[in-house]
């Protein structure tokens, strides 16, 4: 059964420091999304991303996020100078088209900045 | 300052009994609903789904009751076992919001053999 997969699985970084989470959509989706979930907190969503560009993002993406498909297979999240904040669970998920809305999420890669 | 977590609420069910889990949305604008599975470290599983033009749907062992006159949304289980034990959530797409989900606080299932 195809799946969302994700690296690392634990990164531990410096505030300050840039990081790349990595993800592997499921092949024939169409839609990307980045949600994180701080520990012991709900999931909430952080961006999404469609014909290459973002979609819809929340309040919490701001200038220190992006997101990028630099080729047919990944999809990158990149925090460009952490805080202490950001350490949570980042979450990739994907989904295959309008109207076929089921998201199917990754196992998560565990982010702790000290 | 200290940030205070989630405080899940938890329902424990003995094996093989049923278990019901109950979510409150609160966008009447909302027409998906999703319910998901979380393992310790692990991602949200699908579990099943439902549009606001149904009342009901059935899956395997589990069905999903949606009342959108009080904005509730529940998760039956049927026949409990231990692999079910985990967090449970209830997250909503608004119908103009994308595909944005909002998640819910998320409910623990403790199964006891």
């Known amino acids: 059964e195809p799946e969302v997969t994700q690296t690392p699985s634990h990164q531990v970084t410096q505030m300050g420091q840039e990081v790349i989470l990595r993800c592997v959509p499921i092949s024939n989706h169409l839609y990307f999304y980045w949600y994180r979930q701080i520990l012991g907190q709900k999931v909430e969503f952080l961006v999404s991303?469609?014909?290459?560009?973002?979609?819809?993002k929340s309040e919490i993406f701001d200038d220190q996020f992006s997101v990028e498909r630099p080729d047919g297979s990944n999809f990158t999240l990149k925090i460009r100078s952490t805080k202490l904040e950001d350490s949570a669970m980042y979450f990739c998920a994907s989904s295959a088209a309008t109207g076929q809305e089921t998201q199917y999420f990754g196992p998560g890669t565990r982010l702790l900045v000290l | 300052g200290e940030s205070v977590g989630l405080h899940l609420p938890t329902l424990s069910v003995q094996e093989g009994d049923n278990s019901i889990i109950n979510c409150a949305y609160s966008?009447?604008?909302?027409?998906?609903f999703i319910w998901y599975k979380q393992e310790s470290g692990k991602g949200p599983q699908f579990i099943i789904d439902i549009r606001s033009n149904m009342d009901k749907r059935q899956g395997q062992r589990v069905t999903v009751l949606l009342n959108k006159t009080v904005k509730h949304l529940s998760l039956q289980i049927a026949a409990t076992q231990p692999g079910d034990s985990a967090v449970y959530f209830c997250a909503e797409k608004p119908r103009a919001a994308g595909n944005k989900l909002t998640f819910g606080g998320g409910t623990r299932v403790l199964v006891k053999p």
């Open positions: 991303f469609y014909n290459n560009e973002i979609s819809e």
């Open positions: 966008n009447s604008a909302s027409d998906y």
